[in-house]
């Protein structure tokens, strides 16, 4: 089971990339190429803690203290490395701005460029890997470069304003840039920091109507979030079933939403409820196989 499981989430969280995981060694002094395996570990101990050890609610994933670090990664988090050897468990403080595996170099280093952050490759993540949102690509002849940092736009928050000035852009960008900012305390490896170019980061924004300070407000903000959940369900049945859902499984999603909060999000719980449902054991007629939006 524990396989199955770590299986799942490092398809979901495409945890596969990390294998490619490269930094600019000159501006990132931290990073070497075992930094991706040892971030993968993290996340997957993480999961398996939530998931196995403690049953806990799916929502803590984005917003735990809890992780398992090797001596390299406490490097990287500027913590004490809690084992020699391997990983080992290490709690960050509860008024940091580091909270589950948004604050993880899984995310925040993999979500970033060689040489510096991304707000938009952030965004993008969340949007859809926890919110389940499509966001489409950019038109083939759309500049997606963002400016060098200057004088009057030394931060990223200032030098992604290009993107809304441009209407072909913004419908999109507002969906991944306002929330990718947020995470902007932590660098393109995902150690942590106040300035860029000596100028104080802005980390606020808002979801959804919702305003957040900082990254761990933000991931306070998606645990109330109802499709979070939501997008959980939504993945494990398409993993399960081994297609996307079409629109005569609407009722199976809607079911097993609710059954799912019923049960407290323990995603074992959500296992079994997947595998029980007909959804799972029976086919659809033919003329139901319109995929829904």
């Not at 998931?51 to 004490?80: G, K, M």
């Not at 899984?106 to 707000?119: E, N």
């Amino acid at each position: 089971a524990r396989g199955g499981v770590r299986a799942f989430f490092a398809d979901m969280l495409r945890l596969a990339e990390l294998e490619q995981l490269n930094k600019d060694p000159v501006v990132y002094v931290h990073f070497s190429p075992e930094v991706g395996q040892s971030a993968r570990e993290e996340t997957l101990l993480g999961v398996e803690h939530l998931v196995f050890d403690r049953r806990a609610d799916y929502r803590e994933f984005l917003t735990t203290r809890t992780s398992f670090v090797d001596r390299q990664l406490a490097s990287i988090y500027n913590v004490p490395a809690p084992t020699l050897l391997g990983h080992g468990q290490v709690e960050f403080p509860s008024g940091g701005l580091r909270a589950g595996f948004l604050g993880q170099v899984s995310f925040l280093g993999l979500q970033a460029h060689a040489a510096s952050s991304s707000a938009t490759l952030r965004g993008k993540f969340v949007r859809e890997v926890f919110l389940c949102a499509a966001i489409p690509p950019p038109p083939a002849n759309a500049n997606t470069a963002i400016p060098e940092a200057t004088e009057a736009a030394p931060t990223l928050r200032d030098r992604v304003l290009v993107h809304f000035e441009n209407p072909t852009c913004r419908s999109c960008h507002q969906l991944m840039d306002p929330m990718g900012l947020a995470f902007e305390n932590f660098d393109g490896i995902g150690r942590f920091r106040t300035t860029e170019n000596d100028t104080r980061i802005d980390p606020s924004g808002s979801l959804n109507g919702t305003y957040f300070e900082d990254a761990a407000a933000l991931a306070e903000v998606l645990y109330e979030e109802p499709d979070v959940p939501r997008c959980l369900v939504r993945t494990m049945y398409r993993y399960a079933t081994g297609h996307v859902e079409v629109t005569g499984e609407t009722a199976e999603l809607r079911a097993l939403t609710d059954a799912f909060a019923s049960v407290q999000y323990d995603v074992l719980e959500l296992m079994r409820l997947v595998a029980m449902r007909p959804g799972f054991r029976t086919a659809l007629p033919p003329d139901s196989t319109e995929e829904t939006e």
